[in-house]
């Protein structure tokens, strides 16, 4: 039977602060509860339903499960959807050396959207793009709705906080901005390597970290839509990128 005291921890865990403090995270539903299983992450325990772990069984962790049915479980959750159940896990920290940083390596300024930061460190999975740097003001990597909407690939993609103008001006990386001005001029994608600079969806990348842009790219607009969702303009640059 699950301890007052661990119900309490699931629903603090909601809250950044806490994750901070605590050095734990959130992992809601059966995608994320199976490749966080599989991975090196340290889970302290999981809560499951008990039809998901008659089905799922073998695919679950094997220690420190608690059973609770789905009304519990939905009452639970940040996620609307979620009555299958959790797992609290230890946060990793995440660096990195220069020398690790691949071919491509994606940097993300002012991104707000935990469902945009976890469908873009989904497309880099999908694209083998190892490595992810955010502004310290992008939203938090253990957002709930972040690791959800990662469907697991938080587990493979590393994801590091940096101030990106301080580490773009003491490392010589070449910087490819994104940007959908038509005045611009714009590198073909081809053989590109360096960090691709997105910035948010409502104010673009930020003036400060313009100066360090060395080439732009842009998606060609054939419609009238305004702008593309930041996540959906990875994956397309991804594609082309990569696929070039």
């Excluded at 772990?53 to 220690?63: D, S």
């Excluded at 955010?134 to 709930?144: A, E, G, L």
Aim: with cysteine; aromatic share 8%.
């Amino acid at each position: 039977m699950i301890s007052k005291s661990k119900i309490k921890l699931i629903k603090s865990l909601k809250y950044k602060k806490t994750r901070e403090e605590l050095n734990l995270f959130l992992v809601e539903g059966l995608k994320g509860i199976m490749e966080v299983n599989k991975s090196k992450y340290d889970i302290k325990f999981t809560v499951i339903s008990k039809k998901t772990f008659n089905e799922q069984k073998n695919n679950l962790p094997k220690e420190n499960v608690f059973i609770l049915n789905e009304s519990e479980i939905k009452e639970l959750s940040s996620l609307n959807n979620n009555v299958v159940g959790f797992s609290v896990v230890k946060s990793s920290i995440n660096d990195f050396s220069i020398s690790q940083l691949g071919e491509i390596t994606i940097a993300l300024d002012s991104i707000s959207d935990p469902g945009n930061l976890g469908a873009i460190i989904r497309n880099a999975d999908w694209f083998g793009v190892k490595n992810i740097l955010c502004s310290n003001n992008t939203v938090d990597f253990y957002n709930p709705k972040t690791i959800q909407s990662s469907m697991g690939s938080f587990t493979r993609v590393n994801v590091i906080y940096k101030d990106l103008e301080s580490f773009f001006k003491n490392n010589n990386l070449k910087v490819f901005g994104t940007s959908s001005d038509q005045n611009k001029n714009y590198k073909k994608i081809n053989n590109l390597k360096g960090i691709i600079l997105l910035g948010s969806e409502s104010h673009g990348i930020s003036k400060n970290l313009i100066k360090y842009v060395d080439e732009w790219l842009s998606i060609k607009k054939v419609g009238n839509a305004e702008s593309l969702n930041v996540s959906v303009a990875s994956g397309i640059l991804l594609n082309n990128i990569i696929n070039s």
